[in-house]
């Protein structure tokens, strides 16, 4: 379970973050694994570094467009990849960064374009 310990962070916004390809690659170093699968417990649960922001919102926004669409049975794989753009950004990743956390991201996203998309 996953309770606020104070209001700053969103839940919803929460759940973005936590589920982005980057808290994966974090956790798939710093957690326990068995093969490809993680173990996650309290710790390293409780060590992931959640980055606050006034931007929060955008993650609330795609939260929302995304369960809509599950509901629905529709792909959500755009949103999901918006929301992935959007956390390398809140955690200040460069280009080459991102590629390290996402090999591919390349093929669908140019260095100019990456260092041109804002949180809003």
Known sequence: FILPNNKTVNLKSLVCILNSKLVYKWLYFKGKR????????????TSIPIKNS??????????QQIIELKTKKQDTTDLEQQIDNLVYKLYDLTYDEVLVVEPEFSERMSREEYEGLKME
Do not use: D, H, I, R
């Open 34 to 45: 068995k093969g490809q699968t993680l173990e996650l417990y309290a710790n390293p649960l």
């Open 54 to 63: 006034n931007n929060l919102n955008v993650f609330e926004n795609l939260y």
